[in-house]
Every structure is written in structure tokens, then in C-alpha cells.
Nanobody, 117 residues
Framework: QVQLVDFGGGLAQPGGSLRLSCVASGSVSSFRVMAWYRQAPGQQRELVATIDGGGTTNYADSVKGRFTISKDNAKNTMSLHMSSLKPEDTAVYYC???????????WGQGTQVTVSS
């Protein structure tokens, strides 16, 4: 049973930085694509960034140039470095993984990010 555990959220000031991490119980290289989603109160969950098995990344327009997604196969970890944070980045952030084989989708439990002065 694959498990994803995400952590690293917290309180940051506008313009500040945070780094989120997602640790997989297995190998992150077993995932065809991994991603970060976020969900703000009263809003639908939205895609923030993706990274595929080859390391290709994509970002939502709202975070492009400010957030960087990466993964470390040796540490079975995917990360999201967030900089120039804005109050509208406040949300619960979830890591997500889709394996090469099968149709299962795995989620982390979520980590709260709050951007406020």
C-alpha cells in the first residue's frame, strides 16, 4: 500500500518563503507523475504544479515564477519551494501521485499554508 505524507506548511508573511515536502512509502520513481494541489476554504481543489517521471514540470499561471517543484528519487521525496508568497496562496496543500501501472491515485493528508502579516 503506497502512502504519501506531506508536511512543511505553516505561517508565512507576504513575500516570504516556505518549503513543502512529500515523502512516499515506496519510490517516487514509481510514479508517472506527481503533483501538488491546494484547496482554499470554500473553493475547489486546484492543481498547483506537476513533475513527471522525466522531470518535466508544469505550473499554474498563478504560481509560475514563484513556486518550484522538484523530486529526489534517492530520498523518495517530492518538494514544493514557495517564494514571494501572497495571502491568496493560503490553502491546504496536498501532494498527489499517479503510478506508472494501474489507475490508482494517491494523496497526502494535506498541510496548511497560511500567508498573513
Amino acid at each position: 500500500q503506497v502512502q504519501l505524507v506531506d508536511f512543511g506548511g505553516g505561517l508565512a508573511q507576504p513575500g516570504g518563503s516556505l518549503r513543502l515536502s512529500c515523502v512516499a512509502s515506496g519510490s517516487v520513481s514509481s510514479f508517472r507523475v506527481m503533483a501538488w494541489y491546494r484547496q482554499a476554504p470554500g473553493q475547489q481543489r486546484e492543481l498547483v504544479a506537476t513533475i513527471d517521471g522525466g522531470g518535466t514540470t508544469n505550473y499554474a499561471d498563478s504560481v509560475k515564477g514563484r513556486f518550484t517543484i522538484s523530486k529526489d528519487n534517492a530520498k523518495n521525496t517530492m518538494s514544493l519551494h514557495m517564494s514571494s508568497l501572497k495571502p491568496e496562496d493560503t490553502a491546504v496543500y496536498y501532494c498527489n501521485g499517479r503510478p506508472w501501472l494501474g489507475s490508482s491515485v494517491y494523496w497526502g493528508q494535506g498541510t496548511q499554508v497560511t500567508v498573513s502579516s
